[in-house]
């Protein structure tokens, strides 16, 4: 049964999920979360450290966060106190750790969808494939032998890195590269899609599309992410087998519905709606650091 002091957590929580990104100022701003984090403290330790490490991750104090999320799991390990540091350890970009404490957080109760649909939303993140291939085939005997949509995806992901000559691991250690440069910016990631890109007389591609709100600056994270990546070592074979891009969201959203308009005339190349691309020009001409 779920406590007094779990329902004032989840109250404060729906507020902080609406926040995507963090600023200098966020400190001030959560004040009054910090001084309810202190109240629930006093009566309830596992919720008031849980909402203090996801106050810590907001502001950008990772050390804090893990210090706050260890205190509650030492407290009480529980499903409450592990999925909430793996949704601090997702908001941190940290996706290897978040994808492990849910995991541990599923065990407690494994027949929790939702948890077990966030885990499958994020997992590809982690480069961690294999287990993807894994839940997927779960997720398949939990429905009644329906296959999910995704389901010969991490078959063919796993495939594709196996014929540009690189294991699992090598996507793992650049997908955590990623993370820990994105760890480091004020971006709160709260969307991304995967790609299996196909060319012609050439093995495919992994792609991703990480999806920043229209206020950011896709260009400026992907220029920090390069400048992440270039001091740090990876396998050479990787920017074959692997691609990444940021994109705004109304220009996801753009591009997305142009792909279904493609796709219903039946392949027949239509040129965008004026109007369209109007609108990415004043989303290019808007946006500033």
């Not at 507020?15 to 701003?29: A, D, G, I, V």
């Not at 594709?160 to 690189?166: A, D, F, I, N, P």
């Not at 590269?177 to 969307?191: F, H, K, P, V």
């Not at 001091?231 to 087998?241: F, S």
């Amino acid at each position: 049964m779920i406590s007094q002091s779990q329902i004032e957590f989840l109250q404060v929580f729906g507020q902080l999920n609406l926040l995507f990104r963090r600023e200098p100022s966020m400190r001030m701003k959560l004040t009054k979360y910090r001084n309810l984090a202190q109240s629930l403290l006093r009566r309830d330790e596992v919720c008031g450290h849980t909402l203090l490490g996801l106050l810590a991750c907001l502001e950008r104090d990772i050390p804090a966060m893990h210090e706050h999320h260890k205190r509650a799991l030492e407290i009480e390990e529980s499903c409450f106190s592990l999925i909430y540091y793996a949704v601090s350890l997702e908001k941190s970009c940290l996706w290897s750790e978040a994808i492990r404490y849910g995991l541990i957080a599923l065990d407690y109760d494994p027949h929790n969808e939702k948890i077990f649909e966030a885990i499958l939303k994020l997992i590809p993140l982690s480069g961690r494939f294999t287990h993807y291939q894994r839940l997927l085939a779960q997720w398949q005997t939990a429905n009644s032998g329906v296959p999910h949509s995704c389901h010969l995806d991490a078959e063919i992901i796993l495939e594709l890195l196996s014929r540009h000559g690189v294991a699992e691991r090598d996507l793992k250690e650049l997908l955590g590269a990623i993370g820990a440069a994105l760890c480091d910016s004020n971006l709160i990631l709260e969307n991304f899609r995967y790609e299996i890109v196909t060319r012609r007389r050439q093995a495919p591609f992994l792609h991703f599309r990480i999806i920043v709100p229209d206020d950011l600056p896709a260009a400026h994270y992907e220029d920090l992410v390069d400048a992440h990546l270039s001091r740090t070592h990876y396998h050479p074979r990787l920017t074959d087998a692997f691609s990444f891009s940021f994109e705004n969201a109304a220009l996801y959203e753009l591009y997305a519905s142009m792909e279904e308009e493609l796709a219903q005339v039946g392949g027949e190349l239509r040129v965008p709606d004026p109007d369209k691309l109007n609108i990415i020009g004043e989303l290019v001409a808007g946006v500033a650091l």
